[in-house]
T-cell receptor
Framework: DGGITQSPKYLFRKEGQNVTLSCEQN?????MYWYRQDPGQGLRLIYY???????QKGDIAEGYSVSREKKESFPLTVTSAQKNPTAFYLC?????????????FGPGTRLTVL | GNSVTQMEGPVTLSEEAFLTINCTYT??????LFWYVQYPGEGLQLLLK?????DKGSNKGFEATYRKETTSFHLEKGSVQVSDSAVYFC????????FGDGTTLTVKP
């Protein structure tokens, strides 16, 4: 079955530590995205990538970093510079970044900073 | 930039009631319009979409019509079920997607 996997489902981190969230897709999609979701709020775009070895900042990129070395993978690192990292993180992909393209979402990773 | 205003929740309905969730947007150009649904503890999944004015998207009994003149894409369902309980997101998309804050729907038996 094709889809997007995110791991782990739950992640705990101590303050001051960096942590990397995994996102893998086998849909052969070019575009991938990272969103942050806080309770009662919509999704906010952190980073997106339209093609391998290229990515752009979204609306709330500060304190986060990404890489896109392979088409299938788009890991997100939450650095210690992110002031309020506790949130639900969603990864998505789409065939391209055209306006008609549906985004397919992973199940999410819930990060808690202790 | 793009923005979207979605009906505030939470919305609580009895089974078989009629559902409307309002969504209005501002966007440059002509966006495609999406409704996504999120079940508890999961990621979002596409519910329906419309790519041009007057198009109607439909799926699982839900419908929404792309109204360019009123910049709206209201979600409707004639008879909701308990299994429709979820959070619904309106997302106009012109290159990047802009997501509304989500409307939580609870359907009681």
């Amino acid at each position: 079955d094709g889809g997007i996997t995110q791991s782990p489902k739950y992640l705990f981190r101590k303050e001051g530590q960096n942590v990397t969230l995994s996102c893998e897709q086998n849909l052969n999609h070019d575009a991938m995205y990272w969103y942050r979701q806080d309770p009662g709020q919509g999704l906010r775009l952190i980073y997106y990538s339209q093609i391998v070895n290229d990515f752009q900042k979204g609306d709330i990129a500060e304190g986060y970093s990404v890489s896109r070395e392979k088409k299938e993978s788009f890991p997100l690192t939450v650095t210690s510079a992110q002031k309020n990292p506790t949130a639900f993180y969603l990864c998505a992909s789409s065939i391209g970044q055209g306006g008609t393209d549906t985004q397919y979402f992973g199940p999410g990773t819930r990060l808690t900073v202790l | 930039g793009n923005s979207v205003t979605q009906m505030e929740g939470p919305v609580t309905l009895s089974e078989e009631a009629f559902l409307t969730i309002n969504c209005t947007y501002t966007a440059t150009g002509y966006p495609s319009l999406f409704w996504y649904v999120q079940y508890p503890g999961e990621g979002l999944q596409l519910l329906l979409k419309a790519t041009k004015a007057d198009d109607k998207g439909s799926n699982k009994g839900f419908e929404a019509t792309y109204r360019k003149e009123t910049t709206s894409f209201h979600l409707e369902k004639g008879s909701v079920q308990v299994s429709d309980s979820a959070v619904y997101f309106c997302a106009p998309t012109a290159g990047k997607s802009t997501f509304g804050d989500g409307t939580t729907l609870t359907v009681k038996p």
